[in-house]
């Protein structure tokens, strides 16, 4: 475990997970699934990491797994793994057995940071990592994590860049969380840790966002999925966990958007914001607090949210009754720095 790591904790499973229970797991969760509403179904091995164990298991898992995307019943074998635990042996044996997706737990890019968080890899295990998978075609996602010992906002964004140079299809960002049992633990109990703050973490998170989508890459979650006992008071000690981590990352960003057309505009009391109805929660912010921050910055007596479903989802039009201005995620990432 590397220092912010406690998998039981993170996974919900205390106990190492049998090979005997893939079967029955996956027969369990076929049940649930009404392919008209899921057209993409994914077997996923998570929780630790998969190519570090040994080729036998990985195969008599793997093994399970492949007959039900050779019966048609799953659409991609979905893995998480260390950058380290990648070689030519272990990917085609990947290969073999019809995985689709590998994921590596990259973190930092910074050798500081990781030499800090006990990783035992170099961002030069990365580097080679990403090239190899890619060269056996498959789909590479990276995890990022934000503020571990020594980081800082300049290292996060470095470690955003070089990894959008990488071009990964896929990436998972999360905030350094103080989960029960680790040594991260020991090491904010003792004052030798400080987690980054909720609002040091949008704000990064929105900055590594425009990086990666600028570049391509699809960000496929930002913030540790909740659970029972993943909450701050539970097995979280101490740091940035919010329940709907993305939804503040990406509000912040539409709130920059509305900032930047309301700019434009000469009278604005009355404010119409068109938007798709897909993307209401995020213009209004939680608990209102876009509209709200707008009407304390500008003279704005009245702000208006109309939805229509023919506005793109990432775009925003306002509207003052006198001028009409519309703008689109891209549109905004084309006119900022990163």
């Given at each position: 475990d590397c220092i912010?790591?406690?998998?039981?904790?993170?996974?919900?499973?205390?106990?190492?997970?049998p090979i005997t229970n893939v079967r029955d797991t996956i027969e369990d969760y076929l049940?649930?699934?009404?392919?008209?509403?899921?057209?993409?179904?994914?077997?996923?091995?998570?929780?630790?990491?998969?190519?570090?164990?040994?080729?036998?298991?990985?195969?008599?898992?793997?093994?399970?797994?492949?007959?039900?995307?050779?019966?048609?019943?799953i659409n991609h074998i979905r893995l998480s793994t260390r950058p380290d635990y990648i070689n030519?042996?272990?990917?085609?044996?990947?290969?073999?057995?019809?995985?689709?997706?590998?994921?590596?737990?990259v973190q930092s890019m910074d050798e500081e940071v990781l030499h800090l968080s006990q990783r035992g890899h170099t961002s030069k295990d990365v580097?080679?990592?990403?090239?190899?998978?890619?060269?056996?075609?498959?789909?590479?996602?990276?995890?990022?994590?934000?503020?571990?010992?020594?980081?800082?906002?300049?290292?996060?964004?470095?470690?955003?860049?070089?990894?959008?140079?990488?071009?990964p299809d896929i990436a998972r960002v999360y905030p350094a969380l103080v989960i029960k049992d680790t040594y991260m633990e020991a090491l904010y109990r003792s004052g030798r840790f400080k987690p980054f703050s909720l609002e040091e973490v949008i704000l990064i998170c929105k900055k590594m966002l425009i990086i990666l989508e600028k570049s391509g890459v699809e960000?496929?979650?930002?913030?540790?999925?909740?659970?029972?006992?993943?909450?701050l008071g539970k097995d979280i000690i101490a740091g940035p966990f919010h329940p709907s981590m993305r939804q503040l990352v990406d509000s912040s960003i539409y709130l920059d958007m509305m900032k930047c057309l309301i700019e434009k505009l000469d009278k604005i009391e009355v404010l119409n914001i068109m938007v798709n109805q897909k993307n209401v929660s995020n213009i209004i912010g939680q608990n209102k607090f876009n509209l709200e921050l707008l009407k304390t910055i500008y003279p704005i007596k009245k702000i208006n949210i109309i939805?229509?479903?023919?506005?793109?989802?990432?775009?925003?039009?306002?509207?003052?009754?006198?001028?009409?201005?519309?703008?689109?995620?891209?549109?905004?990432?084309?006119?900022i720095e990163n």
């Open positions: 912010f790591c406690n998998q039981k904790k993170i996974t919900g499973c205390d106990e190492d997970y049940k649930t699934i009404t392919y008209d509403c899921s057209p993409t179904v994914e077997i996923a091995f998570y929780g630790g990491s998969f190519t570090a164990i040994s080729i036998e298991s990985q195969t008599a898992m793997l093994k399970i797994a492949k007959e039900y995307v050779d019966r048609g019943k030519h042996q272990i990917l085609q044996n990947l290969k073999k057995y019809s995985v689709s997706i590998i994921e590596l737990g580097i080679e990592a990403i090239k190899l998978i890619k060269e056996y075609g498959f789909i590479v996602g990276v995890q990022i994590m934000v503020g571990l010992p020594s980081d800082s906002l300049e290292k996060c964004l470095q470690t955003t860049k070089i990894l959008a140079d990488l071009n960000v496929i979650r930002i913030g540790l999925q909740p659970t029972e006992n993943i909450e939805q229509k479903c023919d506005i793109p989802i990432d775009s925003i039009i306002i509207d003052n009754g006198e001028k009409q201005i519309i703008m689109s995620k891209k549109d905004y990432y084309d006119r």
